[in-house]
């Protein structure tokens, strides 16, 4: 029997396919095993989230206590290298840092307590500051009915104030957790010498604990200097936020200064919650609605200034934080752990960063070029 050229296969090829020199692309096909992988992973992510949240108890306070130990550590070796021992270090910077930060919850105590206390009176005050509203409203509500829309005036009812408490108890730990946190930030502190060499020397491979070494020594020189950069920078955005208040007569500016501060340490929310208050407390303390706003406008100049053109100048020379992947992480960390997951989000996603340079580097694989 005789075979045409065309019907000729390839030694070996049994199967039809493509002759030798043929450029017959095959669509990509994704393999049963990358498949399977890739299911396990997200298996795997979905259990770890599920676990952080369901033992936000236990993991909360650890993953603090960690992070902070890591940024103090430096200040812990600044001690060792002075002949102070390490565990006394430790104990010495906690003591420290629990000092500034009571300090500051009492600037900020004093002015929350005197107002909490005549809530009804200034919610009176605020609702007969709102009136100007009326007349502009009510336009819009005439426009609004001749297109078919509701008629009638706009009213401001007395603010309601049922979400203090609640608020307060998500955002007061525990005792547990305020002492789980401490004896783990002092006992982390002092043993992060032993519990590096531990971990570097985990692995067998040179190449991989020297890896790791290099890993370690990033973090932890990222998250120190995050943390001094940071509380300097907060510091100077209170101080020009108390110099502001006082200078326009707005009530206890040390304890608004001192709040601002403090929630300029959460990214994006800090500052807008940190505007609204001085917004609201200045509608009250002051007969016109344009001199009540004025703080709070030249607060807002201020985190312009610092959020723009401070920061990213100092700290983007370290280590450079998309604006994207900052926004995405602080929502993810305030959904899973709330105002102190908020805190973290920014610490955390640098170790991520760290981790991703070292463990994908620049030279690894990449995809072509579109």
């Known amino acids: 029997m005789r075979v045409l050229p065309s019907e000729r296969l390839s030694p070996g090829n049994g199967q ?26 997200g298996l795997l992510l979905i259990a770890v989230v599920a676990v952080l949240y369901v033992a936000k108890a236990f993991f909360l306070p650890v993953v603090m206590a960690f992070v902070t130990g890591t940024m103090l550590s430096p200040a812990a070796t600044f001690l060792e290298n002075r002949k102070v021992p390490r565990g006394l270090g430790a104990v010495l910077i906690v003591i420290a840092v629990s000092a500034v930060v009571a300090f500051i919850v009492a600037l900020i105590a004093s002015p929350v307590m005197e107002w909490s206390s005549r809530l009804p009176e200034l919610g009176a005050q605020l609702k007969d500051k709102l009136h100007v509203f009326d007349r502009p409203l009510a336009l819009w509500l005439e426009l609004q009915a001749m297109v078919g829309g509701p008629v009638g005036l706009p009213s401001f009812p007395l603010p ?44 067998s491979d040179r190449d991989a604990r020297l890896r790791t070494l ?60 940190m505007f609204a208050i001085l917004a609201v407390v200045g509608l009250v303390a002051f007969p016109t609605i344009g001199g009540g706003l ?35 992480a602080l929502a993810f960390w305030t959904w899973l752990w709330g105002p102190m997951g ?26 072509p070029q579109a």
């Open 294 to 328: 004025v703080a709070a406008i030249a607060f807002g100049g201020i985190t312009f200034l610092e959020g723009h053109f401070v920061t990213p100048t100092i700290i983007g020379r370290r280590l450079a934080l998309n604006a994207l992947a900052v926004l995405l």
């Open 160 to 203: 309601k104030f049922e979400w203090v408490q609640p608020t307060l108890e998500f955002l007061s730990p525990t005792f547990t957790e305020f002492l789980l946190f401490f004896v783990t930030l002092i006992l982390f502190i002092a043993s992060w010498r032993d519990l590096r060499r531990a971990l570097i020397m985990t692995f």
């Open 214 to 273: 290099r890993i370690l020594n990033e973090i932890e020189v990222h998250l120190g200097n995050y943390l001094l950069t940071v509380t300097v920078i907060n510091i100077g955005v209170g101080i020009a936020t108390g110099l502001v208040c006082a200078v326009t007569g707005m009530p206890n500016p040390a304890g608004l200064g001192a709040l601002a501060a403090t929630l300029n340490f959460i990214p994006i929310i800090g500052p807008i919650a």
């Open 16 to 41: 039809g396919d493509p002759l030798p020199g043929s450029h017959a692309d095959l669509p990509p096909v994704i393999r049963r095993t990358e498949f399977v992988a890739f299911a396990l992973a």
């Open 342 to 367: 908020a805190f973290l989000s920014s610490p955390l996603l640098i170790v991520g960063l760290i981790l991703k340079e070292h463990l994908l580097p620049v030279d690894a694989p990449q995809l």
